[in-house]
């Protein structure tokens, strides 16, 4: 029956208090969010874990509770025999360092593949797309092998030369692999580089330079392009394969990679392996070697960057300059990659293998902030970690080189925080966590009708 004219009027005030009561409580929610230590007082520890659980090396799992609503979703699986890879003749055991960005209603994902071990040729990078986070297309080489001229390389720790031969194929490294421009256009990038053993990494700054290829909305992908060469170690125009981007017909394709250039926050991410010391970067390492950067914004606006092996720094000008490095000491890392952001709630979160032995990289564990700077409640999202199938040099064992979705590349619907990772470098991983992050399953009562036979027996009643 339809309300009354008095009806309709004492629903409206009803509905207009409700609504003024709710903006009230978000405004002081708002107000009372934690706020850090000041960018001066934080900056000897940008980040502290203060909770006193640890894991145990005895279990996978660490002993500890794990992360409520974590689903995790096998989205490659390296086989020799049957290989999934498109344009494969066979199987790539090494895969490893996975990246995630969500643009034009899909996930898409990329890592490095190699034969069947780390630094050893040849190397190339595949490319995964999935609309839903856990059905994903079969791998397409997004990067392709690239051939190497003779490379006279005099390595600069032993003043020992190697003699790369010509037709030597070329092993990649890479800290970024997307970015999504501010006209919208996705670009994928990667870094061409050469071992001269596997104990000499590609990523000591030897390596030609960073390449970039767009991909379009239909899912095809544009010319690769050279985006940055490592010019300081001899490498330009005249000796590689590929074009300069500013070769391109394509302007808007220019402009995207124009902005990127110019975006010193997110290059940062490419120190590691270009090392160019020709004022690019907004770092000066010094003593430290900052490896796979990445960062999140606390309360206060203060950046907070981090890098392998406890390496943290602040900035408060958007990644132009940044305080002294510090060790965060707190944070039991073991040599693989932490990933750091804040979550739809408006917390934070860190996710990496907190290790008992500062070795084993194991388990996958998230801690929770309410502020950026202290941490707590350790939990585990990925605690199994199955038998290694394929042999490779330094294929560490467990779920690693975790990377989320960062700033400026995507927010998937839903509240769930996204992670990519490998397992033991031959297989990668998908972890989407339910957001609040929690070790507790609220309780919750289901309502069954009377009638319902089952229910009834449940109760041990007679129908």
Known sequence: MLLSLKGQFLMKIYIGIHSLAFLIIFQVTLSAQKMPPSITESAREPIRYVGNKQTDPKYHHGGLRHAVGAHRYQ??????????????????????????????????????????????????????????????????????????????????????????????????????????????????????????????????????????????????????????????????????????????????????????????????????????????????????????????????KVLVGIWKHQLTALSDNEGQSWTDFALSKSLMTCGAKIWGQQTEDGKYALVYNHSATRRNRWPLAVMTGEDGHEFNNLLCLHGEVPPMRYYGWAKNQGPQYVRGIIEGNGNPPGNHMWNVYSMSKEDIWICRTRVPISGIVQQRKCFLPRSNGAYNRLLGKTE
């Open 75 to 300: 989205a490659f699986r390296a086989n020799r025999e049957y290989p999934s890879e498109v344009g494969s003749p066979a199987g790539w055991t090494y895969n490893h360092q996975p990246y995630l960005c969500y643009w034009n209603d899909q996930f898409y994902l990329q890592y490095l593949s190699n034969q069947y071990t780390e630094h050893l040729t040849p190397g190339r990078t595949m490319l995964m797309t999935s609309s839903n986070g856990r059905d994903w297309s079969s791998p397409e080489i997004i990067f392709p092998e690239y051939t190497l001229p003779q490379i006279d390389y005099v390595d600069p720790e032993s003043r020992k030369t190697y003699v790369i031969p010509e037709g030597t194929k070329a092993v990649m490294h890479q800290r970024m692999g997307f970015y999504i421009s501010s006209n919208n256009r996705l670009l994928t990038l990667a870094f061409y580089s050469f071992c001269p053993t596997s104990r000499i990494g590609p990523n000591r700054g030897q390596g030609l330079g960073r390449v970039v290829r767009e991909i379009y909305r239909d899912g095809t992908y544009g010319p690769i392009y050279f985006i940055r060469y490592n010019r300081h170690a001899g490498w330009d125009e005249s000796n590689t394969n590929y074009p300069f981007y500013q070769e391109s017909s394509d302007q808007g394709f220019i402009k995207s990679c124009d902005e990127l250039l110019n975006n010193k926050l997110i290059t940062l991410q490419w120190w590691e392996e270009d090392r160019g010391e020709d004022g690019f970067f907004a770092i000066v390492p010094g003593e430290y070697e900052p490896k796979a950067f990445n960062f999140y914004r606390r309360p206060d």
